[in-house]
């Protein structure tokens, strides 16, 4: 059968326009910026890009508070400079992803703005009403001690509308069907202008029916399949990305019967058992996590990630295990937020520590799924811990030692780079880990070229290996591949007798990082060694050596 999954095989890579590169020197950065860009990330092995939201917006919520959802924010360029990215993006053979936040808007928008002008108008329906307080008022807030409410109160119409999140963006009304085509329209527009794609905000409220039935919201799946639907008819290889921190058994009604529903889901669940793993050198819960959402259908795939652009939400552990990430992790109040969550990027978490740096990547790179970087990762940023909020994991990219960290030559930044201690632009940027062959950013490119060559960590099934609870090994079969992947989560060396199960023509297990190999025992186990921290991608000998593309 021909597969042309292209979402099964690439590594998608997340910037928002703002913090990347500014072109024009306001301090901001843009749409030209990222453009220039693009020769860079084809250069690391990107295969598609998922922009944050560039629509024009008061900038409350890092753009997605959206005021028009048919236009260019000017400070990102205009409508002309986004075609002549998406075409660069094509041009280059990188699709591009954009977020879709629908399940809210701006209160900015003309749509908001002519509800609250005239009750009586089309556009009142549009959001959710309530004459009186709801009592549950306080329940379902998102962003707790920042947010008081779910229901806030407008003088002009006098009554309370609905906001999942922050007051300034009232949910749109889903259930109504007029709402609903203006989101298809919406995907259409960007459809039309290169996009490849969407990942979807907040899925699980925007399927919330509030608008017919609040106290007992019941899933609005037809609304998935009606965006998949319009989605891949326009455009064939279309995917649909969900945020969605949802329970694995959840998932399969967002996917849907194969083809139905959504492509990927952000794996929430194993996002949370990794950072937990990385905590406490247990890997038993993230076994358990990737047990659990192992049976999607055929098109389905999850995307896996380390960190993005909000706080490392860990609010799904058990009390136990979250305290365990908090105290390694996020021990100062000032690092935690919402009660849930931590607001770090991944290098300062671990210390800094390369090998640490290495193994999660490394972890992330191989779990079953598409994997899913955040700008500056590939450098190892740092954050800067004196910003408000999740601000402090969304300071601009660290490209030289120049002026701002190279990213905008103007004196008055739209976010201050890091510029002192040890994460600082000086120390930590792209021009400088370019030079150094032994630098985190070269061995980001190889393992990336290493991962794009193992289509079964895609498209292949898997299974997870007996070992001890610190270590991690998970084996891939796809056609003619067979891989394991063995991962260290302890500061110390050890070696085990492992177990690939059955794999009658094979020997011998071949790395393919580096030139180590391991011949099977008398007792069928494969004897490994790993150093501290330690990790090793293996395929099976006596089966396809060379890399072989799909
Ligand atoms: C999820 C986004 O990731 C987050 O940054 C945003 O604040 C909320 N949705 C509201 O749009
Ligand atoms: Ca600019």
Redesign the pocket.
Known sequence: MITDLWYKHGLIYNFSLSGFLDANGDGIGDLEGAHRRLDYLQGLGVTAIWLAPFQPSPMR??G?DISDYYGIDPCYGSLGDFVEFSRACKQRGLRLIMDL?VNHCSDQNAWFQKAIADPGSKYFDYFIWADERPEDDEEGVIFPGVQETTWTYNETVGKYYFHR?YEF?PDLNMANPEVQREMLKIVGFWLELGVSGFRI??VPFLIAEEGINLKDPQPAYGLLRDIRALAQWRKGDAVLLA?ANIPAEKALQYFGDDGERLHMILNFPVNQALFYALASADTVPLRKALEASQCIPGSAQWANFLRN??ELDIGRLPEDQREAVFAAFGPDDNMQIYGRGIRRRLSPMLGGDRRRVELANSVMMTLPGTPVIRYGDEIGMGDDLSLPEREPVRTPMQWSDGPNGGFSPSKDPVRPPIDSGPYSFEIVNVARQRAAEDSLLNWMERIIRSRKEMPEIGEGEFCVLETPAHILALRFDWKDHLSVFVHNFEDRCCEIALDIGVAPECTRLRGVLSDTSFDVGEDGRYPIVLEPYGYHWLRAGGLEQIPQSR
């Open positions: 919520d890092h997605y936040v999140f963006q905000d907040a945020e652009h909000d």
